[in-house]
């Protein structure tokens, strides 16, 4: 029997992130409505969808030898199980729902509230779904509260079933929303690939990881970002390689005709508008842009 890798994808708001980074990274999964077993056009990877929340949990337990997670979760399983062995973080994965940046758990207090730190809440109720993570927030900041578990709708809590929130949030939009002001934030998080420890010390099953991880950042590096190829007088090379940001620095090649050279180079996407025409007048000639798929650093 061929060896695969099981592997978790986190259901609910990332589902649709993590569906779309896997077909850049050159792994179709085939999400059916009625089933928690995606299909993967990869034989020696075996998916199945569980919530972010319960990923770490499942990670641990064996029942599933990676899966993708946020950072958040992770440590609230890490603080709820602390006997048990941690798990292994394969690679951080910058990207969200809704974006390519951070997740931000915010303490957050209704606009009218006097409340103005943490340490205005002594004694007060507050309502999240990342109980582990806040009671030792507040812990660490020696304030006593009521951490009370959220089934959802946390937002709209404050402040007749709550005296203030913990919750996650990208822009701030939900929150404002439902006339809310952010205190602090109480943890940054990301997503993360992690594994327990049986799958990492598995010399197959860690390669394949090693491999989905470096595929995966090499099309979020990607996102946002497009290749330059152009044709230039090698009089001219100067200025235009005073217009060209790089990765690291543009590739020069030599042309057939001795006096000129092809320039290769990635920029970002919205500067590229500008970017072409100042090209042109710098005499640069032959310019195409291409997409880009992966950047493997």
């Not at 915010?106 to 340490?119: D, N, R, W």
Request: charged share 25%; aromatic share 6%.
């Amino acid at each position: 029997m061929s060896t695969k890798l099981k592997l978790g994808i986190p259901k609910g708001s990332l589902q649709d992130a993590t569906v779309s980074l896997f077909a850049r990274a050159g792994f179709n999964v085939y999400v059916n409505t009625r089933s928690y077993f995606p299909a993967i056009d990869d034989p020696e990877i075996e998916c199945m969808l569980i919530r972010a929340q319960e990923m770490a949990r499942y990670v641990s337990d064996g029942v599933l030898d990676a899966g993708l997670t946020g950072r958040d979760w992770v440590l609230e399983h890490a603080l709820a199980n602390g006997t048990r062995p941690p798990l292994e973080v394969v690679s951080e994965l910058v990207y969200a729902k809704q974006s390519l940046g951070t997740v931000r758990w915010v303490l957050a207090v209704p606009e009218g509230s006097p409340v103005q730190s943490a340490k205005d809440l002594q004694g007060a109720t507050i309502a999240t779904e990342l109980v582990r993570v806040t009671e030792d927030y507040f812990r660490r900041q020696g304030v006593g509260v009521n951490v009370e578990f959220s089934w959802g709708a946390t937002e709209v809590k404050p402040p007749v079933l709550a005296d203030a929130i913990v919750e996650a949030t990208e822009t701030g939009s939900t929150l404002r929303a439902n006339r809310l002001r952010i205190v602090d934030t109480v943890i940054e998080s990301t997503t993360q690939i992690v594994a327990n420890a049986e799958a990492w010390s598995d010399a197959w099953k860690r390669t394949k990881l090693e491999n989905l991880s470096m595929l995966l950042r090499a099309a979020i590096a990607a996102q946002g970002r497009v290749g330059l190829m152009l044709n230039v007088r090698r009089s001219d090379l100067d200025g235009v390689l005073g217009l060209l940001p790089a990765l690291r620095r543009p590739t020069i090649s030599p042309l057939a005709d001795g006096d000129w050279v092809a320039l290769n180079t990635i920029v970002d996407e919205p500067t590229v508008r500008e970017l072409v025409p100042r090209l042109k007048s710098a005499r640069a000639e032959g310019i195409v842009e291409y997409p880009l798929n992966k950047i493997v650093e």
